[in-house]
């Protein structure tokens, strides 16, 4: 299982575009790069996924460069409800063994 | 159902205790995790199902913990003899089978052990 390195937190301010980049050198040919996001006292919940180029959605944007080795995860103008835990994670499709890591913690200030 | 249901949302109980956490997965998901969350961690996986097997349990840290799944679908994870140290918020997701993996998470299940 590849393992992902993100930092562990990162501060902004309404309004501003957040891009929180995760490292993962030795991920495989068919992993996928899929990102959640968790808000206290719930379970984490699917953003975005992608395996490369770029991908967006209504919330987010996933950049994934052509060695795979990294991913940019931005997200436009961010409020204050974007305060959250995002977690990176790489794994193959059709069902395995998900590994969550710590986490970069997102603080947005007014 | 329309999302994974946990019950139940809060449970204290004391040391020594047996205690059962339910989940209700998505209908006709097939895939369904467990997950033990400390305060401040990430999600620590303890085992996974694919349909009624248990297809992956090496997360779960010792004999004390034990889940099941007869049917496919509703799980119970049981924990004997808790210990104070099993204090959490307990996860549960649940995915499709079929595409790319995305779990679909519960909102958890609280244990607090005295």
């Known amino acids: 299982l590849a393992k992902t390195t993100q930092p562990i937190s990162m501060d902004s301010y309404e309004g501003q575009e957040v891009n929180i980049t995760c490292s993962h050198n030795n991920i495989a040919t068919n992993d996928y790069i899929t990102w959640y996001q968790q808000f206290p006292s719930q379970g984490p919940r699917f953003i975005i996924q992608g395996y490369k180029t770029k991908v967006t959605n209504e919330v987010a944007s996933l950049f994934i460069p052509a060695d795979r080795k990294s991913s940019t995860l931005s997200l436009p103008r961010v409020s204050l409800s974007d305060t959250a835990v995002y977690y990176c994670?790489?794994?193959?499709?059709?069902?395995?063994?998900?590994?969550f890591g710590a986490g970069t913690r997102l603080f947005v200030k007014a | 159902g329309a999302g994974v249901s946990q019950t139940p949302s809060n449970k204290v109980t004391e040391k020594g205790k047996y205690v059962e956490l339910r989940c209700d997965p998505i209908?006709?998901?097939?895939?369904l995790y467990w997950y033990r969350q400390s305060l401040g961690q990430g999600p620590e996986f303890l085992i996974y199902f694919q349909g009624t097997g248990a297809a992956d349990d090496s997360g779960l840290p010792n004999d004390r913990f034990f889940a099941v799944r007869p049917e496919g679908s509703v799980s119970t994870l049981k924990i004997q003899r808790t210990e104070r140290g099993d204090s959490a918020v307990y996860l549960c997701?649940?995915?499709?089978?079929?595409?790319?993996?995305?779990?679909?998470f519960g909102a958890g299940s609280r244990l607090t052990v005295l």
């Open positions: 209908s006709g998901h097939t895939a």
């Open positions: 997701a649940s995915s499709a089978d079929s595409g790319a993996n995305v779990l679909t």
């Open positions: 994670l790489v794994g193959s499709t059709g069902g395995f063994k998900t590994i």
